[in-house]
């Protein structure tokens, strides 16, 4: 039996275990994990280094090697997050509806684990931990498939829960990790309908369409993020200039960040040269539609490909627009129904943007940075959807639960 098969049946019969633990099992299971990392911390940045070391042989870029990096804070942050994650309430037996029938049936829908949830992702090793908490949270067990450009940080974090788990109540078997990144283990994980019940892909456009398209397992979608701003007639030039900074530096490389920047003909008349000049004072490359180029001698002219590119670096495109519609128009043409934004003192523009944009996360007058599970309390996020059916935007502890008809009679038969 291969490696996928074999941990993915382990994995199975790990979420059966799991079905019977209590909150207080699994938060002290956490709360262990959370220790763990911490006094491993050392051996995780070791094997880290190995992973930056060989992405820098290949030529990675910065901003993937940003993702893939460790260091204490960002092992302390995990560690933190997992103790955010102990003090949520656990979704897993909720009762959703509750139905008293005539004939003495009583009926519950409650709220139930998924089973086994199936990771596929680049990069960021931080998914890994965030993955594995949250399906221990609630109660689910889960397969791992990171890329090559972190297997080794993977593997140690990975060590460190299995730990932990040691220490606790929950079976260890609970969190798999394919250790073979070779993309023939990927295309058998988009076909383990035997052990998985959900695959979800995080990474970028080209990894999440070959999932869709391919996997026969049940996907949860999470989308790239070519997310916009648009800058209306009335925007505040100091609001504006800030939420674009802001959404296209604070960290480039993450699929919240604002990859385009449309501006109403007017405003840009007005104020465009001084925004482009702050943009690109923090070292930001601007590619600009024919008006942009005219007016600001530092912008490269936009080809059709850079609307759609989610750029996960320092460069934003920028597009002049007549009004909000045409602006609502391009976001619905070339987005990825992630994050988009409008600035703007008028509420009825607001109102018009926020309604027409096909997104998961729409925002008036704030940066899209705030699209994560964190910023929107649920604790560490399973990653941000952009589909329609069972989950959409940041993925938190429900959207990991399916539900439950438990129903209870006393005899009855149905005539």
């Known amino acids: 039996m291969s490696e996928v098969k074999t941990k993915g049946k382990l994995a199975k019969i790990a979420s059966y275990h799991m079905n019977s633990k209590?909150?207080?099992?699994?938060?002290?299971?956490?709360?262990?994990?959370a220790e763990?990392?911490?006094?491993d911390k050392e051996t995780i940045i070791e094997e880290n280094n190995k992973d930056i070391e060989a992405g820098r042989e290949k030529g990675h870029s910065e901003s993937v090697l940003d993702r893939i990096f460790l260091n204490k804070k960002r092992i302390q942050d995990m560690s933190d997050a997992i103790l955010l994650l102990v003090k949520l309430n656990d979704p897993v037996g909720e009762i959703l509806e509750d139905i008293q029938k005539e004939n003495g049936l009583h009926i519950e829908k409650k709220r139930v684990p998924l089973g086994v949830i199936g990771m596929i992702y680049e990069a960021r090793p931080n998914v890994t931990v965030d993955a594995a908490t949250l399906s221990l949270k609630t109660g689910n067990a889960v397969l791992l498939?990171?890329?090559s450009s972190a297997k080794f940080s993977n593997i140690?974090?990975?060590?460190?829960i299995h730990?932990?788990?040691?220490?606790?109540?929950?079976?260890?078997?609970?969190?798999?990790?394919?250790?073979?990144?070779?993309?023939?283990t990927a295309k058998e994980l988009f076909h383990l309908k035997e052990y998985l019940d959900v695959l979800i892909p995080r990474g970028g456009k080209a990894l999440i369409d070959t999932v869709v398209s391919e996997a026969t397992v049940p996907v949860l979608e999470t989308g790239a993020g070519n997310?916009?701003?648009?800058?209306?007639?009335?925007?505040?030039?100091?609001?504006?200039?800030?939420?674009?900074?802001?959404?296209?530096?604070h960290r480039p490389s993450v699929c919240n960040a604002t990859e385009s920047v449309l501006i109403h003909e007017k405003w840009f008349a007005e104020h465009g040269v001084a925004l482009l000049e702050a943009i690109a004072a923090h070292d930001v490359e601007i590619i600009g539609d024919a008006t942009v180029c005219n007016a600001y001698s530092?912008?490269?002219?936009?080809?059709?490909?850079?609307w759609a590119t989610e750029y996960l670096a320092l460069t934003v495109s920028v597009k002049v627009v007549s009004e909000v519609v045409e602006a609502i128009e391009h976001i619905n043409i070339y987005g990825t129904n992630h994050s988009e934004a409008i600035i703007t003192e008028d509420v009825i523009a607001a109102a018009l943007f926020l309604n027409g944009v096909d997104a998961a996360a729409v925002y008036h007058n704030a940066s899209t940075r705030f699209t994560d599970g964190f910023e929107f309390g649920y604790g560490a996020e399973i990653g941000i959807s952009t589909q329609k059916l069972h989950a959409r935007g940041p993925m938190g502890l429900q959207a990991m639960t399916s539900s439950k008809y438990f129903v209870y009679g006393v005899g009855q038969v149905r005539s």
């Open 298 to 306: 530092g912008a490269k002219l936009a080809t059709e490909d850079d």
């Open 145 to 147: 498939r990171g890329s």
């Open 227 to 249: 997310c916009h701003i648009y800058i209306d007639e009335s925007a505040k030039l100091e609001m504006a200039t800030s939420i674009v900074i802001n959404g296209k530096t």
């Open 163 to 184: 730990k932990a788990l040691k220490q606790t109540t929950l079976p260890v078997d609970a969190v798999q990790l394919i250790e073979d990144t070779n993309r023939e």
């Open 22 to 33: 209590t909150t207080q099992e699994k938060n002290e299971a956490l709360q262990k994990i």
């Open 36 to 39: 763990q990392l911490l006094i």
């Open 156 to 160: 140690a974090l990975v060590a460190s």
